[in-house]
């Protein structure tokens, strides 16, 4: 493949990120293969005025896949990226790259074992997505990405060129990645209430905030991120605009009893101040508190 043909594309995990990122492709004329853990015959994006669907059918046997691909996207929850890993020796040829669509700031180290680090470009997904009950997933916002700056990021800026999902790359990756982070740490305390956004208006969980963001951000600059105090406002004052209702994917897990994503959002930030000696007694009472959720109800 050359920089400037379209790339073969794969994606595995469509639901609330896989759908949008799959419709956007499909619209612009790019379907890509649709991988996932069950069968359906279409997908269906809604959004403010309008709504796409996609042809499917998501295959789920691995054993059925008959070609490698270009580019492959992952957007399964990083609790199910060892059971999907099947998919990657499936679809991945030495060259392929694999964009990973989740939250998180070690995608390269969690798919160490499956691939690569090289052929692994972790992304930064700014939208929030729902599935809703009747199998369509709800776009809330407008679709972006961004990427590392590096030469493998080309194939996706190829793959989205054009489409309403835009994509933009950053030089400092990781400082952006934990900006994301910050955020999804916070948004975890909806699951410690069952609330939504609505909540950051009071003024103890303000403080709750805010206590919790000193401490993520000392470990998110110790980790390389270059970041401002003035992100944790911006952080908290961006839960406080949202819509009240506006959730978040690890409360629509913690509500339908899916395991949680504690680790690759809270956990992670932990673990790092652990291994640098930083004192965390906020986050030494949030992600057991998480973890605990993750494994209920029993
Ligand atoms: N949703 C958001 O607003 C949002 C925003 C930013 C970032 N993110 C991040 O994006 C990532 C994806 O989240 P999401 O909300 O899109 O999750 P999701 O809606 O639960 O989608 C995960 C998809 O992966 C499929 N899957 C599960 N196990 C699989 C396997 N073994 N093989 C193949 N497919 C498998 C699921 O299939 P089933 O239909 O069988 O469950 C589902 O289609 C997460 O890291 C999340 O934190 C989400």
């Not at 990226?81 to 040829?93: D, F, N």
């Amino acid at each position: 493949m050359t920089m400037h043909d379209t790339p073969t594309i794969a994606l595995v995990g469509p639901g609330a990120i896989g759908t949008t990122v799959a419709a956007a492709l499909h619209e612009a004329g790019r379907t890509p293969a649709l991988f996932g853990r069950t069968a359906h015959d279409h997908l269906h994006l809604r959004f403010d005025g309008g709504e796409i669907r996609m042809p499917g059918p998501v295959r789920t046997n691995p054993a059925d896949v008959e070609t490698t691909f270009d580019l492959v996207f992952i957007a399964v929850k990083t609790t199910q990226v060892e059971a999907a890993s099947k998919w990657l020796s499936a679809l991945c040829s030495a060259n392929t790259v694999v964009c990973v669509l989740q939250n998180g700031v070690q995608q390269k180290d969690q798919f160490a074992p499956y691939l690569s680090k090289d052929r692994v470009l972790p992304s930064v997904v700014w939208f929030p997505a729902q599935r809703e009950v009747d199998g369509s997933v709800w776009l809330r916002a407008t679709p972006r990405l961004t990427l590392p700056d590096t030469a493998v990021a080309q194939v996706v800026l190829t793959a989205l060129r054009d489409t309403r999902c835009s994509v933009d790359v950053a030089k400092d990756f990781t400082s952006i990645a934990w900006r994301k982070l910050l955020q999804n740490a916070v948004a975890g305390l909806m699951v410690l209430t069952g609330r939504r956004a609505g909540m950051y208006s009071r003024s103890d969980i303000e403080n709750l905030s805010l206590a919790y963001l000193t401490e993520c951000l000392e470990v998110a600059r110790a980790e390389g991120a270059t970041l401002g105090n003035e992100v944790m406002r911006e952080i908290i004052e961006g839960f406080q605009r949202a819509p009240i209702d506006l959730g978040t994917s690890i409360l629509g897990d913690r509500q339908a009893g899916h395991p949680l994503e504690w680790d690759s959002r809270n956990g992670v930030i932990q673990r790092c101040a652990r291994a640098r000696g930083i004192a965390t007694p906020v986050s030494d009472l949030i992600v057991p508190l998480l973890a605990a959720a993750s494994d209920g109800p029993g």
